[in-house]
C-alpha cells in the first residue's frame, strides 16, 4: 500500500489495491449521500446504488466502480452482470484477509420478480470483486442464492458472501457456483449465526448444480484460504455439495480452505463437501483442509482427493475419499 495510482477521468489518487484499472472509467457508489440522478465520476456526485453504477459502466474497459463502506446498498432487483471487465472495491480500507467484516455491502430485500434468484448473477468475463459484503434477504421461494457466480475468469478477492433467509428450503446456498474457471481467494462464505437445513434437506453454502444458468457449469473452480461457515440443524446439513454427477467439469480445488460448523449447531454435519452421485466429468481435490464439528471432509467413492499430512497414500499423491 505504498504507492498511488489514478483513475481515469476522477483524477483520484488510489492505493496500489486498485491499480489496473486506470484504462477505464471510475463510478463511485454512496448509498446514504448518493443520488442515482447524479453523474457517479466523483465521490460528491456518487450514485446510490450499484446496479445504476453498473449500468453506465462499458464492457470491456476496466472500468472502476468504488462503493463507500459506511451503510449497505440495497437493491430492489438482482443485478444481472453480464458486461465484462468490470472491477469493483469496497472502500473500507485495506480489503481484510479473511474476507469478513467488509463495510462496503451490497443488500437485496423481499421482492416479487421469480427472477430475482439471487443479488447478484455474474455470467460476464474477467470481471472482480473485492473487499466487499453480498447479502440476501429475500424470502421470495425462487430467491435460492445470494451470489450466482456463472461468468469466466472472475475472481472475488475477500469477500463475504451471507444469505439469512430460506434456512431451511433445500438446495438454498449462499453461493451457486456454475463459473468457468472462477476463482475465490481469502472470502467467507455462509455463517455461524443462523441454524440452517432439515432432515434430507440438502443446504450447503456452496452449491454445485450444472446449468442452473442456462449453459453454465462449475469448470476449473479455484477457492483459496475461504471459510466455509455453517450452523447446521441437521447432519444432511453440508459445506459444498452437488446435485449431479455432471456438477463438476475438469477440475475444482480447495486450497487451505476452512469447513467450520459452529458448536452450537444441532447437528455435526456428516461430509462437509458431498455429491448426489459421484463425479464423472471431473474431480475435486481438498488440499490442507480444515473441517470442524464434521464427521468426515467429504463423502466417499465420488471422485473426491484430499491431500493433507495425514491423507496421503504417499509421500505428495493425493487419495480419494474411500468407503
Known sequence: ?????????????????FSGCEFGDTYFVDYRNGSDSNRGLTPTTAFKKLSKAYDKA?????????????????????????KNRIHTFGANGPMPLAGYGCGAKISLGVTTAAGDT?????TGIRNTFNGLKVLNSNTLATALHCVEEAGEYTRWNHCEIYKSSLLTTDLTAELLMNGDSSQFYGCTIGDLVNERGASAKERPCVKLDRETVTGKVCR??????????????HVDACHVYGHNATDVERSLVFRDCEFWNCVLAAATIADAVNFAAAQTEGEVLLINPAGMNVTAIAGSTLNVY????TAQTTAGISEEIAA
Open 1 to 17: 500500500m505504498t504507492t498511488e495510482g489514478t483513475f481515469k477521468r476522477s483524477g483520484i489518487p488510489v492505493p496500489v489495491n
Open 118 to 122: 439471487a443479488t447478484i448473477r455474474v
Open 58 to 82: 462499458t464492457s470491456n474497459q476496466n472500468d472502476a466502480i468504488i462503493i463507500d463502506g459506511d451503510s449497505t446498498v440495497t437493491e430492489t432487483a438482482m443485478i444481472a452482470w453480464a
Open 306 to 309: 484430499v491431500s493433507s499430512g
Open 220 to 233: 476449473d473452480g479455484y477457492f483459496q484460504n475461504c471459510r466455509l461457515l455453517h450452523k447446521a440443524a
